[in-house]
Nanobody, 113 residues
Framework: VELMESGGGLVQPGGSKTLSCTGS????????MRWFRQAPGKEREFVAG????????EYAASVKGRFTISRDNAKKTVDLQMNNLEPEDTAVYYC???????WGQGIQVTVSS
């Protein structure tokens, strides 16, 4: 099982960025997927999740209305569209298969002017 995040980097406050996670080594279309993040000195926290077909999604209160999770089972990807970014969104973002201990390696997102 492998999860590979991409799309991180530096973005200005108020800007947008899309993260992508590509899965391999498992039946991607069968699995609910989640995004987490971990800021320096803080615990890893849930950001967003989707069920197997993308019809059901959930979000942390801190990102609801700004972030959108979506998936493409044909491409084996789950994306996190992040809008109106704030410095408090600075963190390492991780992709996760729900109900498992499979995680990506993480990707840095820095929101700063």
């Amino acid at each position: 099982v492998e999860l590979m995040e991409s799309g991180g980097g530096l973005v200005q406050p108020g800007g947008s960025k899309t993260l992508s996670c590509t899965g391999s080594g498992f039946i991607f279309a069968n699995e609910p997927m989640r995004w987490f993040r971990q800021a320096p000195g803080k615990e890893r926290e849930f950001v967003a999740g989707t069920n197997w077909d993308g019809a059901e999604t959930e979000y942390a209160a801190s990102v609801k209305g700004r972030f959108t999770i979506s998936r493409d089972n044909a491409k084996k990807t789950v994306d996190l569209q992040m809008n109106n970014l704030e410095p408090e969104d600075t963190a390492v973002y991780y992709c996760n298969i729900r109900y498992t201990n499979y995680w990506g390696q993480g990707i840095q997102v820095t929101v700063s002017s």
